[in-house]
């Protein structure tokens, strides 16, 4: 027997009945020889000429030597050795190699020679037709051996009853006897009668066909036996006319070769009766042969010439539309001026011009203040609008020719989303949260994974980055390609690395939903005591296709009945209810019946409120078994005649778990959403959280509806489902958790620094480096979140700014309203006008009327970006010590052009030099790392070196982590002078040759102001908006504010890419900034922060001044 998984040897049979005393390897040429195996899917290949088959490489020097098996074969006189082998489809597996030997003789040389001798036993084939129905080749004798079987032979007797001999037995008996001399039909021989065709005397020499090469007669992909390469001589009439030259008098007709018949077939149809016999394939290839005369059809009237209309004129190019009502004319416009856009514009004319386009589905013109924009909406041919779903917007790169490792790498692509979750009870437009990863790599991912478990600690941010950003069936690949790469299973390994309810989550994310929920069944069910929650939570909200898929799995699971454990665990009225349900058999018919509604909302009414005590079997009847359109319609009727909600009867009659499983029901019949809305504010209200229920709800139903759970609950609760749980549960735990609400794009942290970018780089070539770093140095689009204000007036904003602050308190809201939706440039302008107005300064006024870090942020709201940078570099340095923090935050993220100016504004402001000031109140190199960094000479241009990156890599690797000590000059030299290109280019090289990435070395090399320095410079050139970002989460982290570090950053920031800051935020820290923001701070300087950021308007009313007497 083979090994479990190998492939079974192939076996090699010559066709033939067993006859005593005969050799089995000894056959004759009409002998067919058969291969098979008892593997399924398999091809067979093998030889003829003793070699080893060689499945990928059949020919040797132009020659076919290994040949694959299609059906049985014929082999030539002589001795033949037949070796096979069987492959598996996809070519992995192989069998062991099966040899055999044939001795193989001519079949009809004894009968030529002497017809007296006994080639074929006719009592052999009389036995055969007496005792067996299954028809065999002719086995060939020599007559010693048929002598001496027939001597030795004796007639057995059978106990069995005679049977009668049928006629045509008799008849094949006869026709065996009269055809004893006829010679055996050879292997090539043909039925196609050559008579009529005329050999003549070498004046006619068609083609003849060559003789077959090889030891065997092949066959066709049928079975049949085909000569494939022609006959041999000796085998047509004629042959021997012209000293064995075959000429015929006619062509050779196109398929000269007819399928082949075994010997006793052949006999048996030349017995049937001719006009009753089936038609052969020769017999149809001869009549397909025979055209009929084609019948001519009469001569056909020449088409008349149509007259065109004249080509539509283009519509003449005009400056404006006509307007005024005239919607055709400016179509025309329209219509003109894309035209010519197209005539001028290369790449839009040949992208217009490419595809098909269909109808129109929808147009839109929208009025964007300085100009008009024309949305169309075309269809595809074929596709219905609205069955794919749209991709998410990338960046495009250029495509690259395909390699070898590409091909290689490619994988079946898991399905979008799980089966089961089609499976739900009405097909209403829901969108869940978390969706396919594009860029998904089962393999890639898997060693994330590994490597985030394997040595001291747990990288627990990977793992959710892994889980939380995959579908569920691109999960079920992650776990089947890790068991596969590393032969562990992945729950179990998490099981080992992991704890808590951030264990649970993640062991609820690698199981296929219908596990998922037969699993948490069972743990409701097993043990002491039942989780009633549970069951109800699962059975009540499921469709009959789920349930039924859930019984299934839990017996193929846990080999138990989830009805018998059901009926063990609970009682009364909730069992029946539990096991009405789990019948799975509530109607799914989408039609209503009205009557029907009226009459089961009285039977209702009847069997509760209608009567003393309460009739439960009729609520459970209707409830377990109608379907949603329907019970809707019932709920309907039973509010009329009741002038009660369903809710409010059930609470009055029923209590306990039975109400809990009525309720669910109804609040699931009238929206799903809704009731998983309520079911995560129970979870989290009051002290404690219910963990269990929290994840059990989120990963279930973060794929489905997710979406509309967070709105639900947003009207419910007037909070953000997001901010509930931030505020309730903290770790690991949240951050999974808050992933799978938010949903989005995982974050691309690991491929920009850490084991992540180490890996990536080493997987990829050259080309492709140098493609990351010419992507990663383009001018990244500046999205501010405070833009310059329409309609904007400086006197207006000067006054209501006096306003504000005149008299006994302050307008805080109506500073706000100016200060926070204003640009720079505006401020800057509201500033001087007010100086002119009121002959006061501005900041000033301001600083005498509000206070913490409000103040602080209005003051810096009124400076220039130098101004404001040039004040806080002078209050880190001045007075008792330096905040170096400071320092590196401003001079390590600015641009040459920007250093240069608040040097100026620094001088011109506290008449000193910047430089001196940092020398003096800074030392040892990160002192030299500032002053470096202050003569603004590092390269800005966007070319790089690929050789010089290299050389750059080596250096730093030398004078760190390749000698004892470290020579951190050589670090400044390149950090400071190298343009942001070249470095992204020499991180890539340092990757390669330390296999550790910079900030770790970085790490390990370094301490202090130096290191932070440092780093703020490799992860400004890796992403600006990431660095802040993280700036920022630190201000708030923990206990108190850095407000002075959090109102630093908003100022500096807010007009220049506070989008990008918050997407980098809420990626890496699973919150929104407003959130984390409106948690740490208060009251008006809240607000104005809010404002600064985009997450707040301006208040339509003015709140009254703050005052004593207010």
């Known amino acids: 027997m083979p090994s479990a998984g190998a492939v079974c040897p192939p076996l090699i049979v010559p066709v033939r009945r067993q006859i005593p005393g005969l050799a089995t390897n000894k056959i004759d040429t009409t002998t067919l020889i058969e291969i098979t195996t008892e593997t399924p899917d398999c091809k067979i290949y093998f030889t003829s000429d003793g070699s080893k088959p060689t499945p990928f490489q059949r020919k040797i020097g132009g020659r076919e030597v290994t040949f694959k098996y299609t059906a049985p074969f014929t082999l030539k006189a002589g001795k033949r050795t037949l070796k096979a082998v069987a492959v598996t ?236 009502g005239d919607f055709k004319g400016n179509i025309r416009h329209i219509y003109a001026h894309m035209l010519e856009f197209a005539k001028d514009n290369r790449d839009f004319r040949l992208r217009v011009a490419e595809p098909k386009i269909g109808r129109m589905h929808e147009a839109k013109l929208e009025d964007e203040g300085d100009c008009y924009r024309v949305t169309l909406v075309m269809g595809k041919p074929g596709v219905p609008r609205g069955s794919l779903r749209k991709p998410p917007k990338v960046e495009t790169k250029p495509k690259k020719p395909p390699t070898s490792q590409s091909f290689a790498g490619k994988k079946k692509t898991p399905p979008k989303s799980d089966p089961y979750f089609a499976m739900e009870t009405e097909d209403l437009p829901v969108e869940g949260t978390v969706k396919p990863y594009d860029k998904f790599n089962a393999e890639q991912d898997a060693e994330v994974l590994r490597g985030a478990m394997k040595g001291l600690g747990t990288d627990e941010d990977a793992i959710t980055n892994i889980l939380a950003y995959r579908s569920n069936p691109q999960r079920q690949e992650i776990r089947k390609a890790f068991k596969t790469m590393f032969g562990k299973d992945l729950i179990e390994e998490l099981k080992s690395e992991l704890s808590g309810h951030y264990l649970d989550a993640c062991k609820g994310l690698l199981m296929a939903p219908v596990e998922f929920d037969a699993y948490q069944l069972r743990k409701a069910i097993k043990g002491l005591g039942t989780d009633e929650d549970v069951l109800i939570e699962i059975l009540c909200t499921r469709s009959n296709a789920q349930i039924k898929e859930i019984i299934k799995t839990y017996k193929t699971l846990f080999n138990k009945d989830l009805e018998k454990d059901i009926i063990g665990d609970t009682s009364g009225h909730l069992k029946r209810l539990l096991v009405s349900l789990v019948q799975a058999s509530r109607s799914d018919s989408k039609e209503v019946d009205r009557n029907k509604a009226k009459q089961d909302a009285k039977a209702l009414l009847d069997a509760g409120e209608g009567k003393w005590g309460t009739d439960e079997s009729r609520f459970n009847v209707i409830l377990a078994s109608r379907s949603y359109p329907q019970l809707r319609a019932t709920f309907d009727e039973y509010e009329k005649i009741s002038k009660k909600k369903m809710e409010e009867a059930l609470k009055s009659e029923m209590s306990g778990d039975l109400l809990r499983g009525m309720l669910t029901i109804v609040r699931c019949v009238r929206n799903k959403a809704a009731h998983f809305a309520y079911q995560l504010q129970k979870t989290m209200k009051g002290m404690g959280t219910d963990d269990d229920t929290l994840v059990r709800v989120v990963v279930s ?184 923090q400071v320092l590196v935050e401003v001079i390590c993220t600015r641009t040459n052009e920007q250093i240069r ?210």
């Open 89 to 324: 489809r996809d070519g992995v597996r192989e069998s062991d190699v099966m040899s055999k030997q044939f001795m193989v003789e001519e079949a009809g040389r004894a009968t030529l020679t002497d017809t007296s001798t006994d080639c074929y036993s006719t009592e052999e084939y009389t036995s055969f037709f007496e005792t067996s129905d299954i028809d065999t080749d002719t086995t060939f004798k020599s007559s010693s051996s048929a002598s001496t079987l027939k001597n030795k032979r004796k007639p057995k007797k059978s106990k069995s009853p005679s049977r009668a001999k049928s006629p045509l037995r008799s008849s094949l008996r006869s026709s065996l006897r009269t055809s004893q001399n006829r010679v055996p039909k050879e292997a090539w021989a043909s039925s196609q009668n050559y008579d009529d065709l005329g050999a003549e005397d070498g004046r006619h020499s068609p083609p003849q066909p060559p003789m077959p090469e090889g030891p065997f007669n092949p066959t066709n992909y049928s079975g049949t036996q085909i000569n494939v390469w022609g006959a041999p001589p000796g085998s047509w009439p004629g042959m021997n006319a012209n000293n064995g030259a075959v000429t015929f008098g006619v062509p050779v007709p196109n398929n000269p070769y007819p399928s082949q018949t075994g010997f006793l077939t052949e006999n048996m149809i030349n017995n049937c009766n001719p006009e009753s016999r089936h038609v052969t394939v020769g017999d149809i290839r001869q009549m397909m042969n025979k055209r009929p005369k084609a019948i001519e059809e009469p001569p056909r009237e020449p088409p008349k010439a149509i007259e065109l209309p004249p080509a539509p004129k283009e519509p003449e190019l005009q400056a404006v539309s006509p307007g005024n």
């Open 701 to 884: 139903r973060c794929e489905i509806d997710m979406v509309q759970i967070k709105e639900e609950f947003q009207k419910m609760t007037g909070q953000t489902l997001e901010q509930y749980i931030a505020d309730d549960i903290s770790g690991d735990y949240r951050n999974v958790i808050l992933a799978l609400v938010v949903g989005g794009p995982p974050p691309n942290n690991a491929s920009k620094s850490g084991k992540g970018f180490v890996e990536a780089v080493k997987n990829k070539t050259e080309e492709e480096l140098d493609e990351e770093v010419r992507m990663e140095s383009e001018d990244v689009k500046e999205d501010p979140t405070v833009k310059p204000a329409e309609n904007f007036n400086a006197e207006s904003d000067a006054e209501a700014l006096r306003k504000a602050m005149k008299g006994f308190g302050t307008d805080e809201q109506a500073i706000i309203d100016i200060l926070g939706y204003r640009s720079n440039a505006q401020r800057l302008e509201i500033v001087k006008t007010y100086k002119t107005m009121f002959g006061k300064d501005l900041i000033k006024d301001l600083e005498g009327e509000l206070s913490g870090g409000l103040k602080v942020l209005c003051r810096g709201l009124c400076m220039s970006p130098e101004h404001f940078d040039a004040m806080c570099l002078n209050k880190a340095i001045k007075g008792l010590g330096t905040d170096e």
């Open 901 to 1110: 100016k608040f040097k100026e504004t620094y001088k011109k402001l506290y008449g000193k030099e910047l430089e001196e000031d940092v020398a003096g109140d800074t030392s040892g190199h990160f002192k030299r790392l500032l002053i470096g960094l202050l003569q603004a000479d590092r390269d800005e241009s966007k070319e790089f070196d690929r050789n010089k990156a290299k050389q750059d890599a080596q250096a730093i690797f030398e004078a760190g982590e390749k000698k004892l000590g470290t020579d951190e000059s050589r670090f400044n030299v390149i950090l400071v002078s190298r343009s942001y290109a070249q470095l992204r280019a020499t991180f890539q090289e340092y990757a390669k040759l330390a296999n550790k990435d910079i900030e770790d070395s970085l790490k390990s090399e370094m301490s202090g102001d130096l290191l932070q320095g440092m780093l703020a410079i490799v992860r400004c050139i890796r992403g600006k908006a990431s660095h802040f970002a993280k700036e920022l989460y630190k201000s708030m982290k923990g206990l108190g504010t850095d407000d002075d570090r959090l109102c630093r950053v908003i100022v500096s920031r807010c007009e220049v890419d506070m989008v990008q800051i918050k997407e980098e935020f809420q990626k890496q820290y699973k919150q929104t900034l407003a959130m984390f923001i409106a948690d740490d701070i208060s009251g008006d300087y809240k607000n104005l922060c809010l404002a600064l950021i985009g997450e707040s308007t301006p208040k339509a009313e003015k709140k009254e001044k703050k005052g004593w007497f207010s």
